[in-house]
């Protein structure tokens, strides 16, 4: 199988969604610009039509400054964010967090609204966690669902948010649209998808098994456990001080425990913890209830322990090693590790509402496909890691979507070349390291291992259903990839209007010009205040002149050729530079600029005091809408 593979052409009239946790947008683009010189580029080569990012972190004031930074102009794209200003309740960090979705504009396609706190709950919708874009027939919620923090600490707030999604997208399906659920959910749904030391075991079911290859475990449980269980309940919390790697001090902490060989010798359990109640808990086998003063929330129930703990803790503690072939069968009896609650809200997700799972249901043969690894232990390269971002659509949208199901990511082994069955653990590991090609970190210290032009290419592959491999360097997650039926129109929604549309836009607010430019004689702030601009009203962009790739405006063309002298004489280029804006000197378009666009034209550029204006024809007759200008040509900003 190829590296690098062009959109399956047998698959047309479909969409391409994609959806991947960032982990910063910012450094994202810094690094896609740097590696595929743009991000329209990027997506072009990966046929992306709906890219719902998660955390990508910023403010909207932010954005609204210098919308470059986030890339949030896109030539020929529609933007929409939900980010977090830190100003609610919660007090979550300003800048945290983040979701947005960037579709691609298409003829004849419905236009695209969107709601950034569509929850209704200002405690949930503050920390920009959920954004609604309606798309016609059907509408998609791209999330970034909260984790339950340290020690569960906010399992109860999570599950309030799950509760207050899942009733948006049911007012959604009510007003007759088709709903997708697509993003970072945070919650481990299957087995099969999750690493053998993220799975939890019941050990009262262990005990109450006949199954025969588990005999040898029930014998353990039996004899040995009740004296470990004892051990454990005198189980101490001690400090440990680690020094990173600029040399700061960071106490975190772990579990000991008495062995029962040796009661004077003390077994450390476990990795290190952030927090002493993240470690007091961390083997805990007592019912958790878990209350926040609003509403509790089932962490864990009793007798249940993660299957790596518990050969730890036998080995450590009790002195008994588990043979291979009994940790094998256990793990066919462990679920994920996964609070109760969240397990059932996605079951009822599933069977209530009738959402299906898009990976799952087109690869049900499918193991170890994880989507996120801890980057701090370079676990992606050894892939123990799960699977805990989504493509979920409803059961109605998944009968419409394309029948053709493109084969997931595979790598070659052995000397003859062969592949690895597709859906083996193998070709898992094999995929999320581009056959070997991602190295890990070394011991000594240096960060991420920088790749080679074939192991950055290697993420590019034709729309499907399944992973989008992205490079380690970018984030601890990787992409996760569907395909959808073409949008159609479809009822009106309340949930997103024309109010919540702009709020999702903050990179299209037009700020207040202080000052005018006077133009043939006529004061623009005569002309600008006689004409009434409606944003909804779509005309013809100028047919000719370059677009400047900053700010996306045109520019004249002269500014473009000629000397330096010539320039200086007739001002600074009308474009942007990276620090900040210029202005024409003179405060009028050339005589070159008047015949490109035409003798109604007014030619605006932006300054420090004018951080957004505009390029276009104003007249009582004619309007501009400004997500035309992405779809002008581009040249790159000339010098100023």
Request: include cysteine; glycine fraction near 6%; aromatic fraction near 8%.
């Amino acid at each position: 199988m190829a590296d690098v593979e062009a959109a399956d052409p047998a698959i047309p009239d479909s969409l391409h969604i994609v959806s991947w946790n960032v982990a910063g947008w910012i450094k994202t683009i810094e690094f896609i610009r740097r590696h595929h010189s743009s991000l329209q580029v990027w997506m072009d080569r990966h046929a992306i039509d709906i890219l719902c990012l998660q955390e990508v972190k910023g403010t909207s004031s932010r954005l609204e400054g210098d919308p470059s930074l986030f890339d949030a102009r896109i030539p020929g794209f529609d933007t929409f964010w939900a980010l977090c200003n830190g100003s609610g309740p919660t007090k979550v960090s300003k800048g945290f967090n983040g979701v947005a979705t960037l579709v691609r504009q298409r003829p004849g396609a419905p236009r695209v609204t969107a709601n950034p706190a569509v929850l209704g709950v200002p405690e949930l919708d503050e920390e920009g966690r959920c954004l609604m874009t309606d798309h016609g027939n059907f509408a998609v919620f791209n999330v970034y669902v909260p984790n339950s923090g340290s020690g569960s600490s906010r399992l109860p707030y999570k599950i309030r948010f799950l509760s207050a999604l899942r009733e948006r997208m049911s007012e959604a399906r009510a007003s007759g649209k088709m709903v997708v659920l697509a993003g970072d959910l945070n919650i481990r749904a299957r087995c099969v998808d999750t690493a053998p030391s993220m799975r939890i075991l019941n050990l009262d079911l262990i005990r109450l098994s006949s199954s025969e290859e588990l005999r040898h475990v029930r014998e353990i449980v039996r004899d040995v456990w009740p004296k470990v269980e004892k051990s454990l309940s005198e189980c101490l919390t001690k400090a440990v001080t680690t020094t990173k790697a600029n040399k700061d001090k960071v106490v975190k902490y772990r579990r000991v425990a008495r062995t029962l060989s040796n009661s004077s010798t003390m077994a450390a359990l476990g990795d290190l913890h952030e927090s002493e109640l993240s470690a007091k808990y961390s083997y805990y086998l007592g019912f958790r209830l878990v209350n926040d003063g609003e509403s509790s929330a089932v962490a864990r129930r009793r007798n249940e322990i993660c299957l790596y703990d518990f050969e730890e803790i036998l080995r450590m503690v009790g002195g008994v090693k588990l043979e291979a072939e009994d940790i094998t069968a256990l793990e066919k009896y462990a679920r994920p590790c996964e609070s109760p609650a969240c397990l059932d809200w996605l079951h009822t997700l599933q069977l209530d509402d009738g959402m299906v799972d898009t990976f799952a249901a087109r690869h049900p043969l499918a193991r170890r496909r994880a989507t996120c690894w801890e980057q701090y232990r370079a676990r992606r390269y050894e892939n123990a890691g799960t699977r805990i971002d989504y493509l979920f659509v409803d059961e109605a949208l998944y009968d419409l979507l394309p029948k053709q199901n493109p084969p997931l990511r595979t790598g070659k082994v052995g000397k003859d070349g062969s592949m690895a069955p597709i859906y083996s653990e193998e070709a898992a590991l094999l995929s999320c390291t581009a056959n070997g090609l991602w190295k890990p970190p070394s011991f000594e210290g240096g960060g991420l291992v920088d790749g080679t032009s074939a192991a950055y290419d290697h993420q590019f592959y034709r729309p499907h259903f399944g992973m989008i491999y992205t490079p380690p360097q970018l984030s601890d997650h990787i992409a996760v990839s569907a395909l959808l039926p073409l949008p159609t129109a479809g009822p009106p929604c309340g949930l997103c209007t024309s109010r919540t549309t702009r709020s999702a836009q903050p990179h299209l607010a037009q700020a207040t010009i202080m000052q005018s430019f006077t133009l043939g004689g006529a004061s623009l702030r005569k002309r600008a205040a006689s004409t009434e601009i409606d944003r909804e009203v779509e005309a013809p962009p100028p047919t000719s002149g370059p677009l400047c790739h900053q700010c996306h405006f045109r520019v004249c063309k002269c500014t473009l050729k000629g000397s330096k002298k010539r320039k200086k004489q007739q001002g600074r280029s009308p474009c942007c530079s990276r620090q900040a804006h210029v202005a024409v000197a003179d405060r009028r378009p050339c005589a070159h600029a008047r015949e490109s666009f035409g003798p109604d034209t007014t030619l605006l550029c932006c300054s420090q005091k004018w951080p957004l204006t505009w390029i276009g024809r104003l007249n009582p007759h004619t309007s501009v809408h400004q997500s035309l200008i992405s779809s002008w040509d581009l040249v790159e900003c000339p010098s100023s």
